[in-house]
């Protein structure tokens, strides 16, 4: 009799089995944001074939899907996987392998690393970036006499931490053919008492910057995977690359087709003919894993370098207002060829005269309320009564909350008190359509979407300076950050039916935490640990 019971039993359970559904992962026994419509909440999911398959409670999936791979969370949160909607990966990689000039507190720390640095890169241009003058006790741009006396017989060049300055060595101008200072437009080389001092200004980095050879392939591979390595163990699963040539998108698809790159990257192409001409004659390119069907303008330059284009004078410096990249003709003229296209227009704008200009532009092109989704890339000065020409056409400000707390120190002496009411005003840009992508510009920033977080809804910096938050009503709330941080990310880029929530049929890109960042409490959310992330149900990073 025990014998019948036995096998009764074992004949239930095998039919039970039988009747479950086969799944290629199960994840369980967590706390998952889903960041759908309702922002739900569940405690597992089932993946297959890359996609979210069913989602509910522990047991209801349990019962219901079978996988080889299931993986117990203990409660730890889940969110979908992190979306960077400003960033340069490529340039991020590149920076990995020059000399790391951030967080200097002098020109002559700068020169000290750089030898350093050439004692293990002995051969060709020697080229570092991350350098702030605005962190150093003397903040006057320098001038490059320490680095001819360093570096008398090999080029110099080294990138300010926004990409909208440089200083070059006097073997660096020499290649260049540059001897004497002459006028750039949407530019400047700075000289003082008619020679130069090896500063360089937006449009005037590229005279130097063109002669540094490009990568070849086995160092582009490496920039690519290098910087894929360090962005997954963030908890990034896509990243827009704001700028780049046609011929690196041709090497993304290369590494992805090898199944070497498998970061999801969404591509702006950069503002060159040889690009327009490309796109327009191949037409957009969307895969799973690539999506290129934008073009990034630039307005003008940064604030930190005084580059910004200002409606008034610099209060720091009353002779200057900045300057456009490119004329206004030439931003109406690539508005009016886009907007007859499919293609997305995305403008990075700074200063409130730049953003006036495109704003302008934005709205006469597109004639009132669309679904074009056109950016303005990072929206960081805007005069008051220009906020609504966000919501009259819906332009959709992308910005990178981290922008916010490392400029707070000098900003004001830039802006004066009035203007800088206006800047950062994140909350005040979020509601001129009800949601807003961000990002973290790296690698001008830290990469870490966690660290974009906390700027945007604490606004302090690591020390929890100022105490009460850098204009703190211009915080968002966390369930803001979190959605601007992925469905909305994914919505800039007309991807938010394939990503950016964890629903039935999207992609299974999610991470793991270590703590709840919609609970966790402010003066700890920057100890928050990426524990696994997962990119189309494959794992792509586990914490050790």
Not at 24 to 34: E, G, Q
Not at 109 to 136: M, Y
Not at 150 to 168: M, Q, W
Not at 465 to 480: D, H, K
Request: include cysteine; proline fraction near 3%; glycine fraction near 6%.
């Amino acid at each position: 009799m025990k014998i019948f019971w036995s096998l009764l039993f074992l004949a239930v359970s095998l039919l039970g089995c039988s009747k479950k559904k086969q799944a290629d992962l199960i994840v369980y026994n967590a706390k998952v944001y889903t960041v759908n419509n309702n922002f739900d909440t569940v405690e597992a999911f089932a993946v297959k074939q890359g996609r979210i398959l069913a989602l509910g409670k522990t047991d209801e999936i349990l019962s219901n899907y079978k996988a080889a791979d299931k993986i117990d969370a203990g409660g730890k949160p889940v969110y979908p996987g992190f979306i960077d909607a400003h960033a340069h990966f490529f340039e991020y990689g590149q920076h990995l392998q020059m000399a790391d000039l951030r967080d200097t507190k002098s020109w002559q720390e700068v020169i000290d690393r750089l030898k350093t640095f050439a004692k293990t890169h002995s051969e060709g241009w020697l080229i570092g970036n991350g350098w702030d003058q605005n962190d150093w006790d003397n903040k006057d741009f320098p001038t490059n006499d320490k680095l001819n006396d360093a570096f008398p017989n090999r080029p110099v060049f080294l990138s300010r931490v926004d990409g909208h300055a440089a200083i070059a060595n006097q073997t660096a101008l020499a290649l260049a053919g540059l001897k004497i200072p002459k006028k750039i437009s949407g530019g400047d080389m700075q000289a003082i008492n008619g020679k130069l001092t090896g500063v360089l200004i937006d449009n005037a980095v590229g005279l130097v910057a063109q002669k540094i050879p490009i990568p070849d392939a086995v160092s582009a591979e490496k920039i690519f995977l290098d910087a894929q390595k360090n962005c997954f163990s963030v908890g990034l699963t896509t990243v827009d690359d704001c700028g780049l040539d046609y011929q690196y998108v041709e090497f993304i698809e290369k590494l992805q087709k090898e199944k070497k790159l498998k970061m999801r990257l969404f591509v702006m192409l950069s503002d060159k003919k040889t690009n327009y001409d490309y796109l327009f004659r191949r037409g957009p390119i969307k895969t799973n894993l690539l999506n290129v069907s934008s073009f990034k303008v630039y307005a003008d330059g940064a604030l930190g370098s005084r580059g910004a284009c200002l409606l008034q004078p610099y209060t720091d410096k009353p002779n200057e207002t900045g300057f456009l990249l490119s004329s206004q003709k030439h931003f109406e003229e690539i508005a009016k060829r886009l907007a007859k296209s499919s293609f997305q227009m995305c403008t990075h704008a700074i200063g409130d005269s730049a953003n006036r200009v495109i704003l302008k532009i934005y709205n006469k092109v597109l004639k009132g309320k669309n679904d074009r989704r056109w950016r303005i890339e990072h929206a960081q000065v805007i005069d008051p009564q220009d906020f609504i020409l966000f919501a009259k056409a819906n332009i959709i400000p992308s910005v990178q909350p981290t922008h916010a707390t490392s400029d707070m120190y000098w900003a004001g002496e830039r802006l004066g008190e009035n203007r800088i009411k206006n800047a950062y005003a994140y909350k005040q840009l979020l509601n001129q359509n009800g949601w807003m992508p961000l990002g973290t510009d790296f690698p001008v920033e830290d990469i870490s979407p966690i660290k974009t977080f906390y700027a945007a809804t604490v606004r302090k910096d690591a020390k929890g300076f100022p105490p009460a938050g850098f204009q703190i009503e211009n915080a968002i709330t966390r369930i803001e950050a979190l959605k601007g941080m992925t469905i909305w990310a994914a919505k800039a880029n007309f991807e938010e039916k394939e990503k950016g929530s964890l629903e039935v049929g999207k992609f299974a890109d999610f991470v793991m935490l270590d703590q709840d960042l919609l609970r966790t409490n402010q003066s700890t959310l920057l100890k928050t640990n990426v524990l696994k992330t997962y990119l189309n149900g494959e794992k792509v990073y586990e914490a050790k």
